[in-house]
């Protein structure tokens, strides 16, 4: 896709430029809100050259994954983990594979990555439930 505007979601949101997000590298945290207006966070990786959004909440227990804003993956740059708890997350399923709550996924949200007049960037696609505060 090239233009954001054009996607089935008018309301596209940019996340950032897209050379912001570097495999295995840190992620980018935008303020969100539930469908109560719960405040909360999603973040930004990319994974295998390809980006990924996810709810910033760990199943195991509702806290942020992040053990400083934006850091999200372990030491490898191959799996996310729950700096409070230990649980590894694939970056690209969102699946727990490992730690208290193996077999869970993390909450996802879409993402596009577009051309624009400003080079290419990283966009979300709210949904009903989780929308940018």
């Not at 996340?15 to 969100?32: I, M």
Request: glycine share 12%.
């Amino acid at each position: 896709m090239t233009d954001p505007a054009a996607s089935a979601n008018s309301d596209a949101v940019r996340v950032c430029a897209s050379d912001e997000l570097v495999d295995g590298g840190a992620g980018v945290c935008v303020n969100a809100a539930d469908a109560s207006g719960e405040e909360a966070v999603v973040f930004f990786v990319r994974y295998d050259g390809r980006p990924f959004g996810y709810l910033n909440r760990c199943v195991h227990v509702p806290m942020e994954l992040d053990w400083v804003e934006g850091q999200f993956f372990e030491s490898s740059g191959l799996y996310l983990m729950c700096a409070t708890h230990g649980a590894i997350y694939a970056p690209d399923t969102g699946k727990c594979v490992g730690g208290p709550c193996r077999g869970a996924r993390l909450r996802s949200v879409t993402v596009e990555e577009c051309d624009t007049p400003g080079g290419r960037a990283v966009f979300w696609l709210p949904d009903d439930a989780l929308c940018p505060a």
